[in-house]
């Protein structure tokens, strides 16, 4: 696989979708850079990363066939991949948040970002972004509960050995991600899954709070949350924060 780093850049996602429309990229080329001016998480949210500190990378993954109705599964399957390396290093009560936050306890260690190129019903390529705080050991308040790998384990971590796993772990987990895999996959991402059947305190798109439970993930990747009538309720991403 080709791997380009640099210093600093704006985003990686940015970068590597400009280098894609030059032709002739090598699937799963990475970009990563020391530095992100300009990060970005889900729904336009900011990454922050102290410069030096952490990993920030995007991954470049073409498909032959891929219907663009199965995306969430792809988040899933992504999601697993990080989830799964950093399984391996120790940290305890590590969960995925929906839709595809890294957690440690209640601190979010790392991010997903997957922006999907379409050819008519298909996913042509997707750029794969994370976001990982791997030994920064300081973080400002405005960018909510944040934690890190060395905050959490109390040691530095080798940035170069940890990018290379992640890498080899998406990879692996994106080639099982077919149709018949889907169902074994989604299983998992359940398991891991943030406050699954825990009460919890949720706010709506209108600011209103209230308790509900996480249930389950539906086909469309909405999240399905059982109020207190026991009513089931679905929610975009747009529409629901958990309040930790």
């Known amino acids: ?40 998480g889900q729904v336009g949210a900011k990454w922050y990363s102290e410069p030096g500190k952490n990993l920030m990378f995007s991954v470049f993954c ?30 305890s009560k590590l969960k995925i948040k929906w839709p595809n936050d890294i957690m440690a306890g209640n601190r979010k260690i790392g991010g997903i970002l997957i922006e999907n190129v379409l050819n008519k019903e298909e996913i042509k390529h997707s750029i794969i972004g994370v976001g990982l705080n791997v030994n920064q050991s300081k973080f400002s308040e405005e960018f909510g509960k944040a934690s890190s790998l060395k905050k959490k384990l109390g040691k530095n971590i080798d940035r170069t050995v940890l990018l290379n796993d992640l890498i080899v772990s998406i990879k692996s987990h994106i080639e099982f991600c077919v149709p018949e895999n889907f169902e074994a996959i989604k299983a998992s991402y359940l398991q891991a899954l943030y406050k699954k059947e825990i009460p919890t305190m949720f706010k709506d798109s209108e600011d209103a709070v209230f308790i509900g439970k996480i249930k389950n993930v539906s086909n469309l990747g909405k999240l399905q949350v059982e109020l207190e009538d026991e009513s089931i309720k679905e929610f975009e991403i747009k529409e629901i924060q958990l309040i930790n």
């Open 62 to 91: 073409g498909f032959q066939k891929f219907k663009f109705v199965d995306y969430t599964y792809l988040n899933y399957t992504v999601s697993l991949a990080v989830f799964e390396v950093l399984k391996r290093y120790g940290l």
């Open 1 to 40: 696989m080709h791997i380009i780093k640099l210093d600093a850049i704006g985003s990686t996602n940015t970068f590597l979708k400009d280098y894609v429309s030059n032709g002739g990229v090598e699937n799963y080329t990475v970009v990563t850079a020391e530095e992100q001016t300009h990060g970005r």
